[in-house]
């Protein structure tokens, strides 16, 4: 064993942050599930929130809560004041040029959905190709087949190879004139392969074709500049960055935002309505249709700013160790194959055990008080690519020590031994 990772306290005594004071703000870490201590390894899913974002929702429901945007009332100048305060503090956290191109959603899916129909419907035509990998997850799939079904466009689909990398020399292959749209992850979920984002985004834009970002897994484990990027759009989850569920963001450029339709409609999104016609609101609010999610809104400020404080290239460092430890400690297990063994990769660790099915694997983990993913991740072709149905995935957050890959190992090494 390299002599680095032979010692959990040499490990963690290099962090440029105090894991143990990081793990206390997260108080659901504390408890034990089935008399175990609980270890959370399904970060890749959801993350747990620090104890700042919960007091900043609750402050606000306690304080402040109105609706926006409408009220002369003080409370409602308060949560628009925070609502948008909140744009700011994403606008900052991705380098956007403008609040104007930062768009609450609920979520990645809505996000992408978003462009999909709106970018899609004003942008596409029949004929026109749009190219993703094999790598998305199925809610950067499946818009794309629908509206490719809805509009005759035609879907192409970047090969991966047996290391779970993007095959870049496909990936050029297949950009052409007829190349209307890249949507790509930057992270994926089910392998933690990281792709050359900012190459494809150069060749992509060289063939004069849009580029949309799954942000959804990369988020919280890496810089995201949209502007050094040069994305055309940017989309994640506020709870994939230990934020609420139910908030998420699309970035866009400006000038492709404003030569949009709008993606819903009601109120908010509208300048005036008549029943001779309906004028729309400017920029970001022509595409937030309704009542936002306020509290999710100010509560994603708060998870990005506590993500600030700890700096996102010392969680990115301090993840890279833990997940070269926990490779290598599971590579040790018996008949336990890594799925995704990428060069570049972050935050996810998926294997699967000769002889041993995940979901058991799984349930006998949790039995244990170790919280993973078993399935297929929302990643069908990844699992059809790897010839397996299912896999066991750990994923990781800042907030997971050399502790918790300790007690993964033994779970899994006792769990594996009952199965077999
Ligand atoms: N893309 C990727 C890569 C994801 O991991 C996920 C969530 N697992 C999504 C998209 C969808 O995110 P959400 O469910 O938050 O909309």
């Given at each position: 064993m390299n002599a680095s990772l032979s010692s959990n306290n040499s490990l963690e005594n290099d962090l440029a942050f105090d894991i143990e004071a990081v793990r206390r703000d997260f108080p659901i870490l504390s408890q034990s599930i089935s008399g175990h201590p609980?270890?959370?390894?399904d970060n890749g899913a959801s993350t747990q929130k620090p104890q700042c974002v919960i007091d900043t929702v609750s402050n606000y429901y306690e304080n402040d809560n109105a609706n926006v945007h409408r009220g002369i009332h003080e409370l409602s100048q308060r949560a628009t004041?925070?609502?948008?305060?909140?744009?700011?503090?994403?606008?900052?956290?991705?380098?956007?040029?403008?609040?104007?191109?930062?768009?609450?959603?609920?979520?990645?899916?809505?996000?992408?959905?978003?462009?999909?129909?709106?970018?899609?419907?004003?942008?596409?035509?029949?004929g026109d190709e749009v190219l993703i990998s094999a790598m998305e997850h199925h809610s950067n799939i499946v818009p794309w087949q629908l509206l490719s079904q809805q509009m005759g466009l035609e879907l192409k689909i970047i090969p991966i190879t047996l290391a779970g990398e993007l095959d870049y020399p496909a990936f050029l292959e297949l950009l052409g004139p007829k190349t209307k749209l890249l949507a790509i992850t930057q992270l994926s979920?089910?392998?933690g392969s990281i792709t050359?984002?900012?190459?494809?985004?150069?060749?992509?834009?060289?063939?004069?074709?849009?580029?949309?970002?799954?942000?959804?897994?990369?988020?919280?484990?890496?810089?995201?500049?949209?502007?050094?990027?040069?994305?055309?759009f940017y989309a994640f989850s506020g709870h994939k960055i230990f934020s609420p569920t139910g908030i998420g963001?699309?970035?866009?450029?400006?000038?492709?935002?404003?030569?949009?339709?709008?993606?819903q409609s009601g109120g908010d999104?509208?300048?005036?309505?008549?029943?001779?016609?309906?004028?729309?609101?400017?920029?970001?609010?022509?595409?937030?249709?309704?009542?936002?999610?306020?509290?999710?809104?100010?509560?994603?400020?708060a998870g990005i700013d506590?993500?600030?404080?700890?700096?996102?290239?010392?969680?990115?460092?301090?993840?890279?160790?833990v997940l070269e430890y926990a490779t290598e400690k599971m590579l040790a297990i018996d008949g336990l194959r890594i799925i995704g063994t990428a060069k570049d990769k972050a935050g996810v660790l998926s294997f699967e055990i000769d002889g041993v099915h995940a979901a058991d694997l799984g349930t006998l983990l949790d039995h244990q008080g170790v919280a993973v993913r078993v399935g297929h991740h929302c990643a069908m072709p990844v699992m059809e690519f790897f010839?397996?149905?299912?896999?066991?995935?750990?994923?990781?957050?800042?907030?997971?020590?050399?502790?918790?890959?300790?007690?993964?190992?033994?779970?899994?090494?006792?769990?594996?031994e009952m199965l077999a």
């Amino acid at each position: 064993m390299n002599a680095s990772l032979s010692s959990n306290n040499s490990l963690e005594n290099d962090l440029a942050f105090d894991i143990e004071a990081v793990r206390r703000d997260f108080p659901i870490l504390s408890q034990s599930i089935s008399g175990h201590p609980l270890v959370y390894l399904d970060n890749g899913a959801s993350t747990q929130k620090p104890q700042c974002v919960i007091d900043t929702v609750s402050n606000y429901y306690e304080n402040d809560n109105a609706n926006v945007h409408r009220g002369i009332h003080e409370l409602s100048q308060r949560a628009t004041d925070r609502f948008e305060a909140a744009r700011s503090t994403v606008r900052k956290f991705i380098n956007a040029e403008s609040d104007a191109e930062i768009i609450f959603t609920s979520g990645t899916t809505e996000a992408i959905n978003l462009v999909a129909h709106s970018y899609g419907l004003g942008h596409l035509s029949k004929g026109d190709e749009v190219l993703i990998s094999a790598m998305e997850h199925h809610s950067n799939i499946v818009p794309w087949q629908l509206l490719s079904q809805q509009m005759g466009l035609e879907l192409k689909i970047i090969p991966i190879t047996l290391a779970g990398e993007l095959d870049y020399p496909a990936f050029l292959e297949l950009l052409g004139p007829k190349t209307k749209l890249l949507a790509i992850t930057q992270l994926s979920n089910a392998l933690g392969s990281i792709t050359p984002l900012k190459e494809m985004i150069d060749a992509a834009h060289a063939v004069n074709a849009k580029v949309l970002v799954d942000g959804a897994q990369a988020i919280a484990h890496t810089k995201v500049d949209v502007r050094a990027l040069d994305c055309d759009f940017y989309a994640f989850s506020g709870h994939k960055i230990f934020s609420p569920t139910g908030i998420g963001i699309l970035y866009g450029k400006r000038e492709l935002l404003e030569s949009m339709p709008p993606y819903q409609s009601g109120g908010d999104m509208i300048k005036v309505v008549s029943f001779s016609g309906t004028t729309f609101n400017e920029l970001p609010y022509k595409f937030e249709a309704g009542t936002p999610n306020i509290a999710g809104s100010i509560g994603l400020a708060a998870g990005i700013d506590y993500v600030t404080k700890l700096g996102i290239e010392n969680i990115a460092a301090h993840e890279h160790t833990v997940l070269e430890y926990a490779t290598e400690k599971m590579l040790a297990i018996d008949g336990l194959r890594i799925i995704g063994t990428a060069k570049d990769k972050a935050g996810v660790l998926s294997f699967e055990i000769d002889g041993v099915h995940a979901a058991d694997l799984g349930t006998l983990l949790d039995h244990q008080g170790v919280a993973v993913r078993v399935g297929h991740h929302c990643a069908m072709p990844v699992m059809e690519f790897f010839g397996v149905s299912s896999t066991t995935r750990a994923s990781l957050a800042l907030y997971n020590n050399t502790a918790d890959i300790d007690a993964l190992v033994t779970a899994t090494v006792k769990a594996a031994e009952m199965l077999a």
